[in-house]
């Protein structure tokens, strides 16, 4: 049976950056939603909007037909749907799952494997796109899980974001962000790097960005992310602590398959030596500070 607006109710756990404005999306769709976070006053704006804030996530499990789930680690995740009062204890049967966390293939397919004993559905389905992509509802969606269940949720996918890919099974989704984390974490020495020479060769860096931005070097974070560094804004779209920990599930996963990722080792070393300065909490363009101080700019 198909899932239709009118009588679908999304629960929605995870209001942080990107999750208020995908499930602001759903909203503004015309869905029902219920909201839960651990922080309520990050709920408040939806609140207003018309979600239902439910006090605990097995109340928002239990009168749930599909459950989105946007949280920061993967031992979060772990809680949230293994957990006595977790999901995967309190859904109905015949309930959609689906994790947009950037967390483990090997959790996703657990997930996968215990939401399927019960009767119930899930996918894995990393984002890409930051707050910009977020707030636009122009997400890169990458998902794992069966056709059908994909299909079902198609619908819901297509109000968050626009390129919406199904990569294979449970915990192909998952795998996918890991490639595209990749990408980004060698790409972020680069831009730094470009904008670093930039200065130090006396040049105006915005005007280099006009040249550069849209020949070979051309990149998301080149133009999105570069700006912020140059205008000193480093607030998070995208948390460093957070692609620190996508950047270990990335790192430990290459292990398991015995494939060397020095570019990502690199990063990741330099990330965390960010993140000892006290940026943490601040957004991946942050980076740039590390080239800043090195350079004595």
């Given at each position: ?94 309930s ?46 990458m ?47 680069g ?50 602590k ?54 004595g700019q």
């Open positions: 049976m198909a899932l239709t607006k009118e009588e679908t109710i999304i629960g929605f756990i995870g209001t942080g950056v990107m999750g208020r404005s995908m499930a602001a999306h759903l909203i503004r769709a015309g869905y029902q939603v219920a909201v839960y976070n651990r922080t309520k006053a990050s709920a408040a704006d939806l609140i207003n909007m018309g979600a239902a804030w439910q006090d605990t996530i097995a109340e928002l499990a239990a009168k749930s037909k599909v459950v989105i789930t946007m949280v920061g680690y993967p031992k979060d995740v772990e809680e949230v749907y293994f957990g006595e009062k977790g999901i995967l204890n309190h859904a109905k049967e015949g959609y799952f689906i994790d947009m966390t950037t967390s483990s293939p090997d959790l996703a397919q657990r997930i996968y494997a215990k939401a399927k004993a019960k009767g119930m559905h899930a996918l894995d389905a990393p984002v890409s796109g930051g707050d910009i992509g977020a707030k636009e509802a122009r997400l890169a969606i998902v794992g899980g069966d056709e059908g269940d994909f299909q079902e949720i198609l619908p819901i996918f297509e109000i968050m974001g626009k390129n919406i890919v199904l990569q294979g099974n449970a915990g192909a989704g998952q795998h996918t962000k890991m490639c595209n984390q990749i990408a980004i974490a060698s790409n972020m020495i831009v730094c790097e470009a904008m670093a020479y930039a200065q130090k060769a006396g040049l105006k860096p915005e005007t280099v960005l006009k040249s550069i931005e849209t020949g070979a070097a051309a990149s998301f974070s080149l133009s999105n992310l570069a700006p912020r560094m140059l205008a000193n804004n480093y607030a998070p779209g995208f948390y460093v957070h692609f620190i920990k996508d950047m270990t599930i990335a790192l430990n996963s290459a292990k398991q398959m015995g494939l060397l990722t020095p570019g990502l080792e690199l990063a990741k070393t330099l990330y965390e030596k960010l993140a000892e300065n006290g940026e943490e909490n601040s957004g991946t363009q942050a980076l740039f500070k590390l080239y800043l101080e090195q350079n």
